[in-house]
């Protein structure tokens, strides 16, 4: 029988297709797995080198950006304490102005002072001679006269009314 055999040989040959089918599916189910676990792996190791490379990259900005960022701390520090210093030395000047001022004042008082005791001894001077004169001329002749103190101490001479008599002049002339 011929057709049985054909049908056998074509059941056969459907089996051995389905088998074959079968087989090719598991095969292609595992290189799709295998190739899976490839892709996931190179995945990884991607994201590993990436990672290292951007590490290589970005440490030394970031030691650099460390370095910046404590730099700028110390120079804010700094700043700080040349802002204070510079804040007490400027309360420090006004202090020694003030203090200059002060005694620039206290000295002007102290020539003025001198000019007015110059001054009181000049006049008490010229009223000594204006006192011994009129006690003289009270016990003396009206026609006597003598230099004031004022005058004879090298000061302003005082002009008197007997310095104008005729005897005063004369006395004056022996003097030159």
Not at 96 to 112: H, P, R, S, T
Not at 116 to 143: C, F, G, Q
């Amino acid at each position: 029988p011929p057709s049985r055999l054909r049908n056998e040989k074509g059941q056969d040959s459907q089996e051995d297709q389905t088998r074959m089918l079968s087989t090719v599916a598991k095969e292609y189910q595992v290189k799709q797995l295998k190739l899976k676990e490839v892709n996931e792996q190179n995945r990884k190791e991607a994201l590993a080198a990436t990672e290292t490379v951007a590490n290589l990259v970005t440490d030394p900005v970031t030691t650099n950006v460390s370095e910046v960022f404590a730099t700028q701390r110390k120079l804010e520090k700094e700043v700080k304490g040349l802002q204070t210093n510079t804040s007490h030395f400027a309360k420090q000047t006004r202090q020694w102005l003030e203090m200059i001022d002060d005694f620039n004042a206290n000295l002007k008082e102290v020539g003025d002072f001198q000019n007015w005791a110059k001054t009181v001894e000049w006049d008490m001077k010229n009223i000594a001679s204006a006192l011994d004169y009129v006690s003289r001329s009270d016990s003396h002749t009206p026609s006597s006269s003598f230099p004031p103190a004022a005058a004879a101490a090298g000061d302003f001479p005082v002009a008197t009314a007997a310095d104008d008599t005729p005897a005063a002049e004369a006395k004056s002339r022996k003097k030159t």
